[in-house]
């Protein structure tokens, strides 16, 4: 049976159980009138039912269809000729994408042989025996599930508590997911970086100067350097996040003052949401804007001054980030100005300070922890972003703080590492892992640190 | 008098004579910080009027007005009105025919080649679907307005500048002069491009559209919002309402907020080392991306909807427990319906971001030149922050038009589901 | 006729129904105020001063003088306007909105509220000082010296040190704070720190000094040294202190204006007010009818 199929079956098999678990639970009390003397509603008795029938089936269901492709395709190998399973991973590889494509029906990329075909038709044998197998086994678990938790049903039974007792059971399994998914990036990323560091050594990668990724496919092969020292790659990010931030950061803070304390209502009402706006674009959006718009106009004002300019700056990029970054910078610092106590304002006035000087020397310095933290949350998104970096950066790894030369990113070579035709375990996909373990870390380091500082700085005036 | 009194005067001068240059440093300040709103809104207006500048021509595609004639013996020389013997027949012929009749003076090779491909690739496609739907065109004449190739409709657009030297521009002075000749005779004519919101991806911009895109985004949110809504409610009620205030907790809450701010690339490499590695998922399809962009879009929803039950006051939980409702049934029957609207809210506005999303998805794969429609969560697509990707890498002025005008379309759905977001919270929300 | 019958003929007042408070009746708009509005050696002078907050009438028609070097302590039940109508002295309204002021507030003969005057330098001689002290998060020092500093009164370290030191001497604290002075204002007591607050408006050398209600979150020992220290401020400076309870007014003050629900219902010597009121509201509010 397809899968939607046998979804929709154990669907209609749990709508099915409810109504036998309700009618029972009222059936051994004598009908409707005997119900006071049930422990929960029927309904109750019902969802129990319905839930014991449904679940362990979907669940089983769940983890088969999870790893069928991966058994079916080692069982399909196991069962080819020995010199064919002796191949090079590679050659392993592609043969079993042959071997599917033939099964589903696709086309194929080499000649089409007997081998080929026992292999394509063991596939698609197992893959029906797999399918029949589930359905029983899922139909099966059901069934018995269903007709065992039917039995138990009676006045006594604690049916609310048991439904509760479930649901509560799911809502904790929901909130694991936000763990589960923490984990499961450092562990990906942790599992395939470390495949990484086995071929190149920690060292050469986070000190090493020459980023050139190219991994020689046979051994004489010219232009292999294979050098994978990421240091360009941080001076690039460090470069871009830099005109980012000087962007960023004082139009945002002196928007954000501006709005707070010196705005009418009316102003502060229509300008806020259209700052917002800049967070709500697409990053792609950017990335087009600064490489189609901003970079050829870079250019030729540079070369009207006499500068040579790339037409990849650093500079188009970093300032199309900024803007993006403005948002974050002035709403958070919008936030901690807001809440510093009107008390200070009052005592400075109160002085015959004038509306700048109570900002400069009296709100700012008390707000300054939570403008910090919002600057490193600010710089943190600006380290990881990909799109505008990918469209209007370049993909040489120059080590320069000349904002008119190209540089490259952390994120530009994650991107193209992966964006590619390469197997899963060359050195230059894992290298992608190793930059994306780095980024989480780094990112990661500076969010902690920013949440830190802003929570604290909020118990401080709560 | 005293030594206060001296005291005093000197204090009320010196305060005077400070004064001038204080309120120029007020002054200055003041206009330091309206400036830098100032330049925010133009930020926000260069950008919106450069795409809404480059991209609103693309809604109108020029077509070229010709005679055709569904030559029988080129269409179907049999006549067995067979149609998978009649789609192998030369349509392009019968394209080329009318054109050459216009222009009988062409006769070398190069020439002639330049006439035909005055028409799209795709105009024998357009006669080849007509007779599909109506064999009985097959022995008739028609006046039909066919697909210009993108180079004619960046000239009849204006995009391509007729005085610079012709090494410089992709149409040289003959095809204008026999573009200015069809349009005095009135056969340039320039229609709503349609196509372009219904056709996939395609080499040639004229024929181009996001059609495929704006499907694989549907499908792509359609099972984000599936997995992500009822997970992310379902724990946000978890940690609101049930979880003991502990040490674990706290470890969630502060997990949850740092995975908020995870750079979305990450995420990326997660699916691809995740569902398409290890669980062998296929590449391409909108439930990778969904469940990728569901671990995405999961914290921002947790917390707004957190923050939802948060605002629900206890008196109503109170009273519910206070009828002898047990704990699940106050939360479920009262706590949540009242907190529902905020929740929404929240989801779609973590929709509209996970639909701008476009590095995660460049990771696990739908980044590949797809051009059919896809018709399910299962076929390979592409999304539309992606096709403006591969869009805006394309040379053709044709495609940064059409860029353009992805992103318009783009942006009016974000706008449409964020004004949703605020209309809803505007007439749902409760102020307790 | 019974005492209330004979005194509410004579003050005018219609006899209250039993069990409604005399203290929610309002007066008329063209109520005079009882006693002295006002005296020769007048620091601060105001003439039909009216509040308006949004549509609230909040201070009716008050002329009330403020004697040089004196303590004038304004006292009444809640939300009589007190407060109001002492920020109104040093323009402190402004910052709020909905806030209008009418009427004529001279200081040394010149209108405050004239458009023309510079609201900077008159906080500088009206200075204020909070019902919950709010010191600066800063050092002890720079609290102090931040008057000092922005107004460009002193020209080196050593005269803003002197200043400092003369400033936390004339408040009392010196020789408690002397050894930490960079340590944060925050850290101090609640007493230290009004002390402290007193001390920083004392720095930019006011006239005028303005308190509201500055003992209400102290503990009663710092209360009875902020009161020590007013009396000693008096020498050299003109004090103004809204208070709510009757005892401070008769120990620290004295002249004492009783406010009522926006009027000034009634002034004169504190010692005159508290054992001979003329008017009955004052009569009631200091027996404790209400209030």
């Known amino acids: ?462 | 008098m005293n030594d206060a009194t001296q005291n005093r005067r000197r204090a009320i001068d010196v305060v005077n004579a400070s004064l001038k240059k204080r309120y120029a440093r007020e002054a200055r300040f003041r206009r330091i910080g309206l400036g830098a709103v100032v330049l925010g809104l133009v930020f926000v207006s260069v950008l919106f009027f450069d795409i809404v500048s480059k991209g609103y021509t693309a809604f109108v595609q020029t077509h070229i007005e010709l005679e055709v004639f569904f030559d029988p013996a080129v269409i179907d020389p049999e006549g067995k009105r067979d149609m998978q013997e009649i789609a192998r027949a030369d349509f392009r012929k019968l394209v080329r025919e009318p054109l050459r009749a216009l222009f009988p003076e062409v006769k070398k090779r190069n020439e002639k080649r330049a006439l035909d491909g005055m028409l799209s690739g795709g105009a024998p496609y357009q006669l080849l679907d007509m007779v599909r739907s109506d064999p009985s065109l097959i022995g008739q004449r028609r006046t039909i307005d066919l697909i210009a190739d993108d180079d004619i409709d960046m000239l009849v657009k204006g995009h391509i500048d007729r005085n610079a030297p012709p090494s410089d521009r992709r149409v040289n002075d003959q095809v204008i002069g026999w573009v200015d000749t069809l349009t005095e005779q009135g056969r340039v004519k320039r229609k709503f491009n349609s196509g372009f919101f219904v056709n996939g991806d395609s080499r040639e911009p004229e024929l181009a559209g996001i059609g495929g895109a704006v499907a694989g985004s549907f499908y792509t949110l359609l099972v984000t919002l599936v997995l992500s809504f009822p997970i992310g409610v379902a724990a946000a009620v978890y940690l609101e309402e049930f979880a003991p205030k502990n040490r674990w907790t706290d470890l969630i809450e502060v997990n949850i907020n740092n995975l908020a701010a995870v750079p979305s690339i990450v995420f990326g490499l997660l699916g691809l080392a995740m569902f398409i590695n290890l669980f062998g998922l296929p590449r391409s399809a909108p439930l990778v991306g969904g469940l990728v962009l569901t671990l995405m879009t999961l914290p921002t929803i947790i917390i707004a909807a957190r923050a939802a039950l948060k605002s629900v006051p206890p008196s109503i939980r109170e009273a519910a427990l206070g009828v002898g409702a047990s704990k699940m049934q106050t939360v479920f029957h009262h706590v949540v319906p009242l907190a529902m609207p905020g929740m929404l809210t929240g989801t779609i506005i973590g929709m509209a971001q996970a639909l701008g999303e476009t590095a995660p998805l460049l990771m696990i794969g739908m980044v590949a030149f797809i051009v059919d429609v896809p018709g399910g969560p299962l076929d390979p697509s592409t999304v539309l922050p992606v096709q403006v990707y591969l869009w805006a890498d394309s040379p053709e002025r044709a495609f940064v038009e059409r860029t353009s005008a992805a992103i318009i379309v783009l942006l009016a759905f974000l706008i449409a589901m964020n004004t949703f977001a605020v209309i809803m919270r505007r007439r749902f929300e409760r102020r307790w | 006729m019974t005492t209330a019958e004979s005194a509410a003929s004579e003050a005018e007042l219609p006899v209250p129904k039993a069990g409604v408070s005399i203290g929610s009746r309002p007066l008329d708009d063209d109520f005079k105020t009882v006693g002295n509005v006002r005296v020769n050696d007048a620091r601060m002078s105001c003439t039909d001063v009216n509040v308006f907050y949004g549509e609230k009438h909040a201070i009716k028609h008050v002329d009330l003088d403020i004697g040089k070097n004196q303590v004038i302590a304004m006292i009444g039940p809640s939300g009589c306007g007190k407060s109001t109508f002492l920020r109104c002295l040093n323009r402190m309204n402004d910052t709020i909105d909905v806030c209008r002021v009418s009427g004529a507030i001279a200081l040394d003969g010149q209108d405050i509220y004239d458009k023309k005057l510079d609201v900077v330098p008159l906080r500088a001689q009206v200075g204020m000082v909070f019902q919950k002290p709010n010191p600066f998060p800063k050092s002890i020092y720079d609290n102090i010296a931040y008057g000092p500093r922005i107004h460009g009164l002193a020209a080196s370290r050593v005269e803003l040190d002197e200043i400092v030191e003369r400033s936390l001497t004339k408040a009392g604290l010196w020789d408690e704070v002397k050894d930490r002075l960079d340590q944060p204002g925050t850290g101090l007591s609640g007493g230290q720190q009004q002390r402290l607050c007193i001390a920083r408006t004392i720095a930019v050398e006011p006239e005028v000094i303005l308190m509201d209600e500055p003992c209400s979150a102290l503990d009663p020992i710092a209360t009875a040294k902020v009161e020590e220290l007013i009396d000693e401020l008096r020498e050299n400076y003109t004090i103004a202190i809204v208070t709510h309870s009757m005892q401070q007014a008769a120990r620290v003050s004295q002249r004492t204006a009783y406010f009522h629900l926006g009027h000034l219902v009634e002034v004169g010597e504190t010692t005159e007010i508290f054992t001979n009121p003329r008017h009955k509201l004052t009569e009631d509010y200091i027996t404790g009818r209400f209030g």
């Not at chain 1, 059936?27 to 409707?32: E, L, P, Q, Y």
């Not at chain 1, 009402?269 to 901003?294: D, H, I, N, Q």
């Not at chain 1, 120059?398 to 008119?404: A, D």
Request: hydrophobic share 55%; glycine share 8%.
């Open chain 1, 1 to 462: 049976m397809q899968t939607p199929i046998l979804i929709l079956v154990l669907l209609g098999l749990m709508a099915f159980a409810f109504h036998l678990g309700k009618t029972r639970s009222l059936a051994t009390v004598g009908g409707r009138t005997g119900i006071r003397q049930l422990h929960s509603l029927p309904a109750y008795y019902g969802f129990y039912t319905a839930l014991w029938a449904g679940l362990p089936a979907l669940l089983i269901a769940g983890v088969w269809l999870f790893f069928e492709s991966s058994v079916i395709t080692s069982m399909v190998v196991a069962g080819l000729p020995a010199e064919l399973r002796d191949q090079p991973p590679a050659q392993l590889g592609l043969l079993v994408n042959d071997i599917t494509n033939l099964a589903n029906g696709n086309i194929v990329s080499r000649a089409v042989d007997d081998q080929l075909r026992a292999a394509a038709d063991h596939m698609n044998a197992l893959r029906g025996i797999g399918k029949t197998a589930l359905t029983a086994v899922a139909l099966c678990i059901a069934l018995g599930a269903g007709a065992l938790a039917w039995r138990t049903i009676g006045p006594r039974m604690r049916a609310r508590n048991r439904v509760e007792a479930i649901v509560n059971a799911l809502l904790i399994i929901s909130s694991l997911i936000a763990i589960l998914t923490t984990v499961g990036i450092v562990l990906s990323v942790l599992f395939e970086s470390f495949q990484f560091f086995h071929k190149i050594p920690l060292t050469d990668f986070l000190f090493g100067l020459e980023w050139s990724p190219q991994i020689a496919l046979r051994a004489d092969q010219v232009g292999a350097s294979g050098a994978f020292g990421a240091v360009p790659l941080f001076t690039g990010t460090l470069l871009i996040s830099v005109i980012a931030l000087m962007v960023a950061v004082p139009i945002g803070l002196m928007s954000a003052i501006y709005l707070a304390d010196y705005a009418s209502p009316r102003l502060r009402s229509y300008a806020k949401p259209v700052l917002e706006v800049l967070a709500g674009v697409p990053t792609v959006v950017y990335g087009f804007f600064a490489a189609l718009t901003l970079a050829p106009a870079i250019r030729g004002a540079g070369e009207a001054m006499g500068l040579s300019v790339s037409s990849e700056s650093a500079l188009a990029a970093g300032l199309v980030m900024g803007v993006m970054i403005i948002p974050f910078v002035s709403s958070l610092s919008d936030d901690v100005i807001n809440a510093v106590p009107q008390s200070l304002r009052d005592a400075s006035y109160a002085l015959g300070a004038t509306r700048s000087e109570t900002i400069r020397q009296v709100i700012l310095p008390a707000a300054l922890p939570g403008i910090m933290g919002g600057i490193l949350l600010a710089a943190s998104r600006a380290i990881g972003e990909t799109m505008i970096v990918v469209m209007a950066a370049g993909l040489s790894a120059n080590m320069t703080i000349n904002p008119l030369d190209s540089v490259t990113t952390v994120t530009v070579q994650i991107v193209t590492l992966l964006v590619g035709d390469q197997e899963f375990d060359s050195a230059k996909t894992l290298a992608a892992f190793a930059l994306g373990l780095l980024l989480f870390i780094v990112t990661l380091g500076l969010n902690i640190v920013a949440l830190h500082i802003v929570r604290k700085y909020r118990e401080q005036y709560e």
